[in-house]
């Protein structure tokens, strides 16, 4: 295969469906040699195999990045890998959506240490390589709940605020090193992380609000990563905000 990406190496969390699958195969398509980082092995190696066929590298990683050491050691076993690391993107994430007055607390802890802490922890293991290469690209899945804050959002929305502050202060810090930072913010898409709420009201009220909108597809966000990823290496596309055209807010 030979593309925009050739001999770059790309790490993908939450790589075994939904927005990490796509973003996976995509950048495979575009020639990148791909790790695949998440929970379901054999999902995981489903994809694999996908890019396999086509001609493209992938290997699988099986972390569960609620762990932040985790997080960090699937970074370095990449490394070591394939050599080198050269894009990151940090998609791995649950939406649980509830009121704060019930909130289970115990389940914001694991989404802010998934969506938020992890993320921070796969960065900051990335960076060193980047650094000394003197180049690198992270790209942050942060979401619309990262601008706007909803009822019952309260809890998901800390968490991608948290993406959105983190990738500007981030960008801040390694511009001068040409590593690139990237945060891109969804609105809906049609995939299984609303299957995560527990409170069925709240689900119920979202899938009923998803199901009147034509709503945007996993390879919406995946051609977003690609996008940002293959711009000339003096070309950062620091955000970029991705709604359903029906979609408001």
């Known amino acids: 295969m030979t593309g925009k990406l050739t001999d770059r190496v790309a790490l993908v969390t939450g790589a075994s469906s939904g927005i990490g699958e796509a973003t996976a195969l995509a950048l495979a398509k575009a020639s ?15 994809v694999a195999e996908m890019i396999r066929t086509e001609g493209g590298e992938a290997r699988v990683y099986v972390a569960d990045l609620v762990d932040e050491a985790a997080a960090s050691q699937v970074v370095r076993d990449c490394e070591a890998d394939f050599g080198r690391l050269d894009i990151l993107v940090n998609n791995a ?8 007055l019930t909130a289970d607390l115990g389940r914001w802890r694991q989404m802010i240490e998934l969506n938020l802490l992890s993320l921070i922890a796969a960065t900051q293991a990335a960076l060193p390589g980047m650094k000394q290469r003197g180049e690198g690209h992270i790209i942050n899945i942060a979401s619309t ?3 706007i804050a909803n009822p019952n959002g309260a809890g998901y929305s800390a968490t991608k605020f948290g993406v959105v502050a983190f990738s500007e202060a981030l960008r801040k810090e390694v511009h001068a090193d040409r590593i690139r930072v990237t945060v891109i913010e969804p609105g809906l898409v049609a995939t299984e992380l609303r299957e995560h709420i527990a409170d069925k009201a709240v689900q119920g009220a979202i899938n009923a609000w998803a199901d009147s909108l034509r709503q945007l597809q996993s390879e919406d966000i995946a051609d977003a990563v690609v996008y940002c990823a293959t711009r000339p290496a003096h070309v950062a596309i620091n955000e970029m905000l991705i709604r359903p055209t029906d979609q408001e807010r």
Request: hydrophobic share 40%; glycine share 12%.
């Open 93 to 100: 994430g649950v939406m649980y959506l509830e009121p704060v």
């Open 145 to 147: 709940a990262g601008r």
């Open 32 to 46: 990148a040699r791909v790790a695949l980082v998440g929970r379901r092995e054999e999902r995981l190696r489903s």
